[in-house]
């Protein structure tokens, strides 16, 4: 079979590379993909956004599955377009995406069908965003309602940065139209897991949960980024809280989705808080997780093309999903100045001297006279498969070590909050 992945991050190379080793997929594409992804797939360089472009491609390659990405194409409606034209596709259509392009669409699901989350407020006028926050006080959390890269959430601990967000969204308009109406919520305590589960709008199948690090620095300090590395399975996701997330956030999310003319078919994302009253929803996303996405795919001991394929015909099954034993964890190697402004056009040296059960998953690379240059905030997602955590984590730190690149640079301590001893939250 031929499969085209649309998008070219470190998600999408560890879909190529998981696909790469499907006996039965004999030809992968990429659009537009990166200089990783072009050692396993044929690239083509075409923007995820460009929907008439990749509705070509799938006629003119008679592709038997496409495996969409990033969001943007979701909400713009990729997987609708594909669809009517009869081609088989992986992800939600775009009123079911917009669970992640619209977080008071997410909130109101929330609401409705009694899953946990913040409590929280809607203004699309600044003024009365205003009133509420000097009345409420700070801490809280404020939100764009629309896309805005990752960048459209800013926790406030003080009543100062909350006024400020709520000015730089609504009247700064520094995320355009995503910030004309904005959540203002509760600020949640805990530890933050990422949930992933496959979905035939019916069935849900959690994947392992995993454990992202958003800040870019050591100790969780610093600017939030797309994710400076990721681990699973996730300790602080017991098989308790794994029910728990299933029964109370999962299963109600897919049946109230359904019940909302929005059948969610793909795979769901819940960013959660475990809090001392259990996890709270804090965000939904219609995609894989990225970097998440690298160690659940290094984990993922089936053929991913199998599963794929018997979702879509309706046949997915538990007992096809596999995994392997032990744990990944996924170290990203980012651009000087990142999540600023960031270099780009360095050489990378050292890909070629990866440990064995190590993968340097490319996120923002490219080609360059032949050779591989850093072109993107994170350049690289270096993970590792091993018989624990522990070993996890040194084993990616040794392909760390190998790889060089003007400017890179990279958190010391991912997986450490996976060995800390924790009290129960059942
Ligand atoms: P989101 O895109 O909604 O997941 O938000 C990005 C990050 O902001 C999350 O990963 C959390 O670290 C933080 N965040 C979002 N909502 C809350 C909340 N209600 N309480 C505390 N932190 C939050
Ligand atoms: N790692 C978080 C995300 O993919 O949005």
Request: hydrophobic share 45%; charged share 25%.
């Amino acid at each position: 079979m031929k499969v085209l992945v649309i998008g070219g991050g470190g998600r999408e190379h560890a879909l190529v590379w998981k696909f790469s080793h499907s006996p039965r997929v004999k030809k992968i594409f990429c659009a537009p993909g990166n200089a990783g992804i072009a050692a396993l797939a044929e690239c083509v360089d075409l923007k995820p956004e460009d929907l008439p472009g990749i509705i070509a491609l799938v006629r003119r390659e008679k592709i038997d599955l496409t495996v969409v990405g990033p969001e943007a194409p979701l909400v713009a409606g990729l997987v609708d377009a594909l669809e009517q034209e009869g081609y088989p596709v992986f992800g939600p259509r775009q009123r079911a995406a917009e669970i992640e392009g619209s977080k008071v669409l997410a909130k109101e699901i929330m609401l409705k069908y009694n899953i946990p989350t913040a409590r929280y407020g809607v203004f699309d006028d600044p003024a009365r965003a205003i009133d509420y926050i000097k009345k409420t006080g700070a801490p809280c959390v404020v939100k764009a309602d629309g896309l805005a890269a990752g960048k459209g959430v800013i926790v406030a601990e003080d009543q100062a940065t909350a006024l400020g967000a709520v000015d730089l969204m609504m009247k700064q308009r520094a995320f355009g139209a995503a910030g004309e109406r904005i959540i203002i919520e509760e600020l949640l305590r805990g530890e933050e897991a990422s949930i992933l589960a496959f979905t035939d709008g019916e069935k849900v199948i959690p994947l392992l949960p995993a454990q992202d690090h958003k800040r870019v620095n050591d100790n969780d300090d610093g600017p939030n980024t797309g994710g400076m590395g990721a681990y699973a399975p996730a300790p602080i996701m017991t098989d308790s809280l794994r029910q728990t997330a299933l029964e109370k956030i999962l299963l109600p999310t897919v049946r109230g989705m359904a019940a909302e003319d929005r059948p969610y078919r793909g795979v769901i994302y819940a960013g959660l808080m475990i809090t001392e009253r259990g996890p709270y929803v804090l965000e939904y996303n219609a995609r894989f997780g990225d970097p998440e996405a690298q160690p659940i795919l290094m984990m993922l001991e089936s053929d991913l093309a199998d599963i794929l394929e018997g979702l879509l015909a309706g046949e997915l099954d538990e007992a096809n999903l596999r995994w392997h034993n032990g744990a990944s964890v996924c170290v990203v190697l980012a651009a000087g100045g990142y999540p600023g402004d960031y270099r780009k056009g360095d050489v990378i040296s050292g890909l070629e001297q990866m440990p064995d059960n190590v993968v340097a998953f490319h996120a923002g690379t490219a080609l360059k006279t032949n050779r591989t240059v850093a072109a993107g905030g994170r350049v690289l997602g270096v993970t590792s498969l091993a018989e624990n955590i522990p070993a996890a984590i040194d084993l990616a730190y040794q392909g760390v070590a190998k790889i060089n690149f003007t400017g890179m640079h990279y958190r010391k301590d991912i997986g450490q909050k996976a060995l800390l001893v924790r009290p129960c939250v059942c």
